[in-house]
């Protein structure tokens, strides 16, 4: 059985990102458990804390849940075409130190979605992840690609998923990126 972690980029009570994490993992296959891990807490990176007081409690508590997870689905907001400061500092911070990074993330799957409220669905954000995780390296899974746009109308007031055809979609994603999880899990084909 994969065991997936998921992260929402937004700490907003009422984010769309943490809604899509949560549907997302509500139509996750039989067999998979998604995980829904959070960011908040994480202090900004300051290299004078990590030298002084070392890692902060909230990032290492993350960084085992990550460690010890099969695979690491990424939801991310996306500000100003790119990624969102709040999440790039916690990945920052659950790189340090560096001699964890192949524990954390090497070869490990990672799947990217988004939601917006406008009408980008997260594309750029999710494209300005890829170097970001080909340097942690990470597997990033390229099988699909969900961009939710107009958010505001794909959830409802209580951030359930309402919108039928990314549910269709995001049921699709699940299923595949689980088998891509549990595919990285077996030994190696010879
Ligand atoms: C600082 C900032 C920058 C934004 N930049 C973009 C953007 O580049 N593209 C986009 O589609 N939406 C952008 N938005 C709108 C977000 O998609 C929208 O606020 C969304 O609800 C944020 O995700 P959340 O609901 O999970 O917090 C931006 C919002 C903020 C606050």
Redesign the pocket.
Known sequence: MARIVGI?G?L?RA????ALLRAAAERAPAGTEVEIASIAGIPLYDGDVESEQGIPVAVSELKERIASADALLIVT?????SVPGVLKNAVDWLSRPSKDVARVFGDKPVALMG????M?G?R?AQNAWLPVLRTLGARAWFGKQLYVTG?AQAFDAEGKLVDEKVAKLLAEFMAKFAAFADEGRSPPAR
């Open positions: 929402a937004s907003r984010s769309f990102n943490s907001p996306e500000y100003n075409n939601a917006t409220t406008g980008g997260t750029l958010a």
